[in-house]
C-alpha cells in the first residue's frame, strides 16, 4: 500500500459536494465496476456525482446500468462545473494520469485530485493517491473505503457493481491475483446482496454474437512462438468489420488464448481507429509481461499487463518480439 491511507481519502470524498469520477481507457469490468459503484455510493451521500469514461462503454457491462450512469455531462459542462464550484476529481483503476484519455484534461482542472488504484505501477498522480498493489481488484480497495465511509450505503447495485469487477480481474476467483482477501471481499459482497450467478451470467453469457464471431477468428489467427510458450494473435479493422464486434466488444479473446496448454504468455495485437496497436499481453506461470508492457511506455500488473505502439500491425509485431527475444531466446519457432 502506498499513499495515503484510506481515512484520508475518506474524509476528502466526504467533504466534497461535487465530484468526478475517472477511469482508464479501455475500460474493463473493475474500471467500469469501480466507477458505477463510486456514482452510485457518493450520490447516496447526497452528492452531485459524474463519471467520465474515455471512448465506448462495453456492452458486456450494460447490466450495471452504465448507459444511464456515466457519460452523462459534455466535456463543455464539465469544464463549467470545474471554473464555477469546488469539484472533487477521483481516478479509480489507471495506472497514470495519461490512462484517463480523452477526459484526462478534465481531471486536471478538479480543484482536489484523488487516486485510487491497485496497479504496482501506479507511482502516484493527483493530490492525494492510495495505491494498493497487492489488491486483485480496484473494486477490492473501494468495497474498504466504502466499510470506512459508511457500509450502509453499500446498496445491492453497490455491492454487484464492486462484485463484477472483482470477478472480472480475478477471471472468477482463478487468476493468481485471487488471494484470501478477494474471496473474503466477495463474500461480504455476497451478504451485501451482489449474485454470483446473475454476475456471471451477465459478464460471460450474453456476448453480442459479434464478440463470439471476432473470437473464432481470432483464435484461427494464432499461432505459436518460442516452442509453443507464447501464443500471438490479431484483431484487425478487418476483422471487426467481418465479424460485427465492436471495437469495446474485444474482452475475453486473451482468455481464451491462455487456456493454450504450455504457454507461458499471451500477446493481443488489436489495429485501433486511429491507426495505433493496443497490446494486451497475459502471464501465465509467473511469466512477466509487465516488464514487456513498460518498455513501451505501458504497465499493468506481472501477468496482465498492456500498452499502445504507434505503429501498424506488422511493426508493432516485431518490435513486440524483439522484447519477448530477450527472455525467451532469439528463436521463435
Ligand atoms: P488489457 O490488456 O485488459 O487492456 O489490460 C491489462 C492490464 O494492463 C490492465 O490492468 C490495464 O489497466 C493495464 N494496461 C493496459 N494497457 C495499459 C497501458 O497502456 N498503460 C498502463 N499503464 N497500463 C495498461
Ligand atoms: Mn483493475
Redesign the pocket.
Known amino acids: 500500500m502506498t499513499g495515503v491511507p484510506l481515512t484520508v481519502l475518506a474524509e476528502r470524498l466526504a467533504g466534497a459536494d461535487d465530484v468526478f469520477v475517472f477511469t ?1 481507457e ?1 475500460a ?1 469490468g473493475d474500471a467500469l465496476g469501480s466507477v458505477v459503484a463510486l456514482v452510485l455510493f457518493l450520490r447516496a451521500m447526497g452528492k452531485d456525482v459524474q463519471a467520465f469514461v474515455p471512448g465506448k462503454v462495453q456492452r458486456a457491462y450494460r447490466f450495471l446500468d452504465t448507459d444511464a450512469l456515466l457519460n452523462t455531462m459534455t466535456m463543455e459542462q464539465g469544464i463549467e462545473r470545474c471554473s464555477s464550484r469546488h469539484v472533487t476529481c477521483l481516478s479509480a ?1 489507471a ?2 494520469a495519461s ?1 484517463l484519455g480523452e477526459w484526462r484534461p478534465l481531471f486536471e482542472r478538479g480543484a482536489e485530485r484523488l487516486v485510487i488504484d491497485h ?1 504496482a ?1 501506479n507511482a502516484g498522480f493527483g493530490d492525494a493517491y492510495l495505491v494498493d498493489g497487492e489488491a486483485s481488484s480496484c473494486c477490492e480497495v473501494i468495497l474498504e473505503l466504502f466499510e470506512t465511509m459508511g457500509s450502509e450505503r453499500i446498496s445491492t447495485p453497490v455491492a454487484t457493481a464492486l462484485y463484477a469487477g472483482l470477478v472480472a480481474d480475478t477471471g472468477s476467483f482463478q487468476f493468481a491475483n485471487t488471494g484470501a482477501p478477494s474471496l473474503i471481499h466477495g463474500a461480504r459482497l455476497i451478504d451485501l446482496g451482489a449474485s454470483p450467478d446473475d454476475v456471471s451470467r451477465s459478464i460471460y453469457e450474453a456476448r453480442p454474437y459479434g464478440n463470439v464471431r471476432l473470437m473464432a477468428s481470432s483464435l484461427c489467427a494464432s499461432r505459436l512462438l518460442y516452442a509453443g510458450k507464447v501464443v500471438l494473435s490479431y484483431v484487425t479493422r478487418g476483422m471487426l468489420e467481418e465479424s460485427g464486434a465492436l471495437d469495446e466488444d474485444t ?1 475475453g479473446i ?1 482468455d481464451e488464448l491462455r487456456r493454450i496448454e504450455g504457454t507461458r504468455a499471451v500477446v ?1 495485437l488489436k489495429e485501433t481507429r486511429d491507426d495505433s496497436i ?1 497490446v ?2 497475459r502471464g501465465k506461470y509467473g511469466f512477466d509481461v509487465k516488464r514487456v ?1 513498460t518498455a513501451f ?5 506481472l501477468l ?5 505502439v504507434q505503429s501498424d500491425l506488422a511493426a508493432a509485431e516485431e518490435l513486440v518480439l524483439l522484447e519477448f527475444d530477450r527472455y525467451l531466446g532469439p528463436s521463435r519457432t
Not at 511506455?297 to 500488473?301: E, P
Request: with cysteine; charged share 25%; aromatic share 4%.
Open positions: 482508464h479501455f474493463d483503476d495506472a497514470e490512462r496497479h505501477t474482452e486473451t493481443l493496443k494486451s499481453l508492457a511506455g505501458g504497465g499493468g500488473h496482465a499487463a498492456g500498452c499502445t
